[in-house]
DNA sequence: TAGATTGTTAATCGATTAACAATC
DNA sequence: TAGATTGTTAATCGATTAACAATC
């Protein structure tokens, strides 16, 4: 049911809902939830909690609401959580080491948690060969070789700005589709690769407007 | 102008719109920007260009554009850039000491950039007295005090999920109501505090979803 | 069966784009 | 003046909500 394009705004719920559903699993006092409890839980309108479901499936029963382990496994499966993905991350500054370190915790702690960062890469000679949660810092020369070896798809891009589009490059052109970036800037990149920005300082700008004076 | 309501669709393309300007003027080859070039530069249509601006007054002259320096002091004033803002993390994990040097860093590099954070808190007493990018580690019980003695309105939470909304009550109770989550949970605030959540988490977990198979 | 809740269609809302008169 | 570009209104597009028949 992939055919139709699914919008962002659908996509951008998907990953709520699962970590709704992976709460009610642990807390495990039941084993169905309507869309209007999913809903509050996620902060969105129970008709378009259906209505995002939907476009994948009929998931629920009517009268009833929808299995939580049914529905988990689904939204597993269509966000292609249900095995691991391996994961590079370039630039090891100070918020690069953070993330290898968070994600890397994150990973080894919780079984559901299928994002694994496998390879490090920093251009500085200085850093390579320093070991971060395990991994070694490695030159990027080395992430074509590696992607491929690894099976990497998705890379975290944590460089300063300058450095951004370059990197940005190199892994597009080791076939990697798949982009989260922390550099300040506006980078391009192909039309069939997916990029998302997580520009802090927009943020914190973005969050200044609403000082009052 | 700001009594009609600005949506937060338009507020998020205004600090965009600003580091375009502040390119431009460190980059300094002219004086004026059209609609089309800002767009361009910041991602953006012309005509949506020209429809945001329009809410805060009338910054262009016809047939000529937008005189650089004119707008970038406008949008300042617009998003309280125009001053400096303190700031306070709580939670000096991996990822809250990596957000406090990368922002005191780039506060003290950037002498635009008006984002400063004035002080670290963290319950655990380990790290209380801790010196972070010239900054002491302090009890969160001190809050309420410092961000009277020092102003601030704006908060960073990069404490860990359980502890979250207890912190978060906090800094509301201190009459903080500008808060920047990392923290992945779903936080309960009066409606008056606006909250941004970074969840890096579902951030990751959506790009998955545009894994071919 | 009666009550509840889904999946889906129609109505509404809001944001973006197109178009153009005003004017520099 | 002629050409360019703004500010703004109308048209379009897309996302969310309301409503309800289907059905468990």
């Known amino acids: 049911m992939r055919t139709k394009k699914i ?3 659908v996509v951008r ?3 709520i809902y699962l970590r709704v559903l992976e709460e009610a699993t642990r807390d495990g006092d039941k084993e169905l939830m309507s869309s209007q409890e999913l809903g509050e839980k996620a902060g969105v309108s129970p008709a378009l ?3 995002d479901l939907a476009w994948f499936g009929e998931f629920g029963k009517q009268g009833v609401g929808y299995d939580i382990e049914t529905l988990r496994t689904e939204l597993r499966r269509i966000l292609h959580l249900d095995r691991d993905i391996p994961i590079a991350l370039v630039g090891v500054g100070s918020l690069g ?3 290898v370190r968070y994600f890397r915790r994150r990973y080894s702690l919780d079984p559901g948690f299928h994002l694994n960062i496998v390879a490090v890469f920093d251009a500085d000679p200085e850093k390579q060969g320093q070991d971060i949660e395990g991994l070694p810092v490695q030159a990027p020369e080395l992430i074509p070789e590696r992607a491929k070896e690894l099976g990497i798809r998705m890379a975290i891009v944590a460089v300063p700005p ?3 589009q370059m990197v940005v490059d190199a892994l597009v052109g080791a076939g990697i589709r798949l982009l989260f970036n922390f550099a300040p ?4 990149v192909p039309e069939d690769v997916h990029i998302i ?3 802090l300082s927009l943020e914190l700008q973005r969050l200044a407007y609403y000082l009052e004076d």
Chains 1, 2 share one sequence.
Not at 185 to 188: A, E, G, I, P, S
């Open 49 to 51: 909690v259906r209505k």
């Open 7 to 9: 919008s962002a705004a």
């Open 162 to 164: 300058d450095a951004a």
């Open 197 to 199: 920005n997580a520009d």
């Open 185 to 188: 800037v506006k980078l391009t």
């Open 13 to 15: 719920r998907l990953p």
């Open 97 to 99: 080491e953070a993330l």
